[in-house]
């Protein structure tokens, strides 16, 4: 999944892997980062690929965007091959969404930039609160 042409949904999209990193055991630091129109962003552990979550597990994400105009942005993650978007819409500053993890697995969460620039993260964080949806 690294740096790679990926399907989503029947479009060809180039992908990148932004690193992120544990601030504790169930929230990660996702760093400055930029996403182009049309790119699709992993957000990977140090270390690993994706994120080990339990049925139940809810996965909350907060994106700090810098813009001087309001962008587009999806979020969503991929699970054994399978892409499913949990959010699409326009966002000005920050971003906050979350989803229910519906099986366990190892989950790669992303985010496709869909503005005519680029998407400017000037920082965010993948909270997990286990079992909060069971």
Do not use: W
């Not at 892997?17 to 930029?34: D, G, L, T």
């Not at 001087?68 to 971003?95: H, K, M, Q, R």
């Amino acid at each position: 999944m690294e740096n790679k042409s990926v399907n989503h949904h029947g479009y060809e999209l180039k992908s990148k892997v932004i690193s992120i990193k544990n601030q504790n055991e169930n929230a990660y630091e996702i760093p400055k980062s930029q996403i182009d129109n049309g790119e699709l962003a992993f957000y990977k552990i140090k270390g690993r690929k994706g994120i080990n979550l339990e049925k139940g597990d809810e996965v909350l994400i907060v994106l700090n965007i810098k813009t001087e105009n309001v962008d587009n942005c999806v979020l969503g993650y991929c699970l054994n091959e399978e892409y499913i978007d949990f959010f699409s819409a326009p966002i000005s500053d920050t971003l906050e969404a979350s989803f229910i993890a519906q099986r366990g697995g190892e989950y790669y969460i992303y985010s496709i930039g869909a503005s005519a620039g680029f998407t400017n993260i000037t920082s965010g964080i993948i909270q997990i609160n286990p079992n909060k949806g069971v």
